[in-house]
């Protein structure tokens, strides 16, 4: 429902600021979450952490498609095991 909801919203914003807002996110819970204290914190952190994840993957393939930011052949060889690399 999340990963929806976040292509929905990122169809209106620029797409790279979109990944780099999530990418951001992604690395700032992570860097926290080594300074958990309650159980609660950690359930909280790791949906933040999925939601952004959810944003990102189904922002970037259609990024990729629309600027060819990334040439094909690079993509096969980094993430050959990615079906969704290989369709950019």
Known sequence: MSACGAAAFAERLPRRTVLVALDLVRAGVAVF?????????????????????????ST??????????????T???????SAR???C
């Open 33 to 57: 979450l080594p300074f958990v204290t309650e159980i609660w914190q950690i359930y909280v952190r790791i949906f933040i952490l999925q939601s952004a994840s959810a944003g990102f993957t």
């Open 60 to 73: 970037f393939p259609t990024f990729c498609r629309a600027r060819r930011t990334i040439p094909r052949r």
């Open 75 to 81: 993509l096969t060889l980094h993430r050959g095991h």
């Open 85 to 87: 690399a290989a369709k």
